[in-house]
């Protein structure tokens, strides 16, 4: 593929201590992709999304945004770069002690000049997209589960960004509102022609949603493939995570692993 990537994670490696998480994975990001990173708990999977949006340095190689080196801007353009990404977080991430109409204001309060008639606006419009309309007063408190990622998913769409990143979008959902999420996760990329990467360990999920899906195994990536020649392939690791058997290298290694310090 000749395209230029949106996001390249060229050669990256990270390490807290002597252990290392990601190990020289090459990962490229792009445009109108949604990509699903799969792997088990604690594989870098939510640490690729820190990687992108800065909050995490790596250890050595570069991740780059279009022509940009993330690692290296200063403070001011770093907000300015996230201020092109929506993140939507694994529990939702609302503040608790602010209305809804609050919660999606804040980033365009801090980032951009707007008028409250604007904000007020970009507010209706968004809650609109995600089914959400008439909650504006609302706590969160005073919403489910998954009325609460309808409107993380709202805020995220407040600075229109050109790439949104999910971390575990239907964690705690019931099967049904999993796949209402699933369904709004696409109508919302398509829409706005958002790029989306989306981190998952749910295989329905994972199916239902990607165009693409990659796989890290041991700080590695093992298969980068669309969902028809991800789901049929021959490598063992990844075949047993989409079946869930547990007979397989997954629960070898485990056995073997060292215990946690």
């Known amino acids: 593929m000749s395209e230029t990537p949106l996001v390249h994670l060229d050669n990256i490696v990270l390490r807290f201590g002597d252990k290392t998480v990601l190990d020289g994975i090459d990962l490229k990001v792009f445009s109108k992709d949604r990509l699903v990173i799969l792997g088990q708990s604690g594989s870098g999977k939510s640490t690729t999304l ?14 780059r945004y279009r022509h940009l080196e993330v690692q290296r ?15 939507v977080y694994q529990y939702s991430a609302l503040i608790s002690s602010m209305t809804v109409r ?6 365009i309060e801090e980032l951009r000049g707007s008028s409250r008639k604007e ?15 008439g909650t504006e007063e609302n706590m969160p408190s005073e919403l489910s589960g998954g009325m609460r990622k309808r409107v993380s998913l709202a805020r995220a769409l407040m ?3 050109e790439l949104i990143l ?9 099967p049904v509102i999993s796949s209402v999420i699933d369904e709004l996760i696409i109508r919302l990329t398509e829409k706005t022609n958002a790029t989306s990467v989306i981190v998952t360990h749910e295989m329905e999920s994972a199916f239902r949603i990607a165009t693409r899906m990659t796989m890290l195994y041991q700080g590695k990536i093992i298969e980068d493939a669309p969902p028809d020649r991800f789901r049929t392939s021959e490598n063992p690791v990844v075949r047993q995570f989409v079946t869930g058997t547990t007979v397989g290298p997954i629960m070898e290694t485990s056995a073997h692993a060292d215990p946690p310090k």
Request: no cysteine; net charge negative; hydrophobic share 45%.
């Open 102 to 107: 609050e919660n999606l204001a804040l980033p």
């Open 50 to 63: 820190r990687l992108i949006l800065g909050i995490l340095k790596p250890t050595s190689g570069v991740v």
């Open 166 to 174: 999910f971390d575990e979008p239907s964690a705690g959902l019931d």
């Open 119 to 133: 904000i007020d606006a970009l507010i209706e419009q968004n809650l609109a997209i995600v089914g959400m309309s």
């Open 73 to 87: 801007l200063s403070r001011s353009k770093l907000n300015l770069l996230r201020s092109r990404i929506g993140m």
């Open 159 to 161: 600075m229109e960004p």
